[in-house]
């Protein structure tokens, strides 16, 4: 299943390569990202924009034959290269990180009556982050890695359809295991609030992460990497926030359908 609508998250507009943006608009979200990033940099922290890839482009050989393939000129795209080409900005965008492991484990990385990705993708994605910022987590490949399948679910799709209980075995639900849990405890956590976690003798850096729903399912990967994490839906995140947290690490996450917010959020809101 996959998510249609005509609204500004348009992912299928974003399939098929049909809301480009401008030049013009290229450098406004890059000149509001280098605005952000410079007021974290200016407080002695780090910046770094994460972008998780919409699912239809992940597996669009299961989407409708009307689409299409999906267009080699995308927005993230341009997004990307344009953040590379032209600024410092630190940008992780793990679609091939995701294709690869797709190829190679056999798993699904997101879920078929759900938006999202499920825990093995957010693996994934949480092992390409980490890596940008200097922490180094097993591969998905590798012997260390234990992924077991717990139950069946259905997802946010099926909801919407009003099929959650005809489809309620339809999607797998994977436990991974086998990296440095740090005896991680989650302090707190709240869907479209804060999700907070403690760990022990890990990185001691302080991390925030200003999210969508996306990163849920990487929340206890990146607790479990630092002493103290902060994960702040940005729909409902303050300013005040920033300044409780105090943190050395702002990481912004969207999503791929939601990319145009790259041009408009603000640290100091």
Known sequence: ??????????????????????????????????????????????????????????????????????AENYRVKQVYDYLKENTDIR????????????????????????????????YIGSVALLKELGIEMPSVYGDEINIEACNNTAGDLANMLNLREQLADIDGVYKVSGYDEHNTENVEYDYTGMISYHSENADTRRILILRDSFCVGMAPYIGSQFNDSYMFHRNYYTYQQYLDADPDIVVFQVVERYVDSLGTFSIEK
């Open 1 to 70: 299943m996959f998510y249609k609508t005509k609204k500004e998250d348009n992912p299928i507009a974003d399939y098929r390569g049909q809301n480009l943006y401008s030049d013009e608009e290229l450098k406004k979200i890059a000149d509001n990202c280098i605005k952000q990033r410079d007021y974290v940099e200016d407080h002695g922290g780090e910046f770094v924009i994460f972008i998780a890839p919409n699912k239809e482009r992940v597996y669009s050989e299961y989407m409708p034959d009307f689409y299409g393939k999906p």
């Open 91 to 122: 940008i992780v965008y793990p679609y091939q990180e995701l294709m690869e492991a797709k190829e190679k484990t056999g798993y699904y990385l997101y879920y078929k009556t759900d938006t999202h990705w499920n825990s093995v993708g957010a």
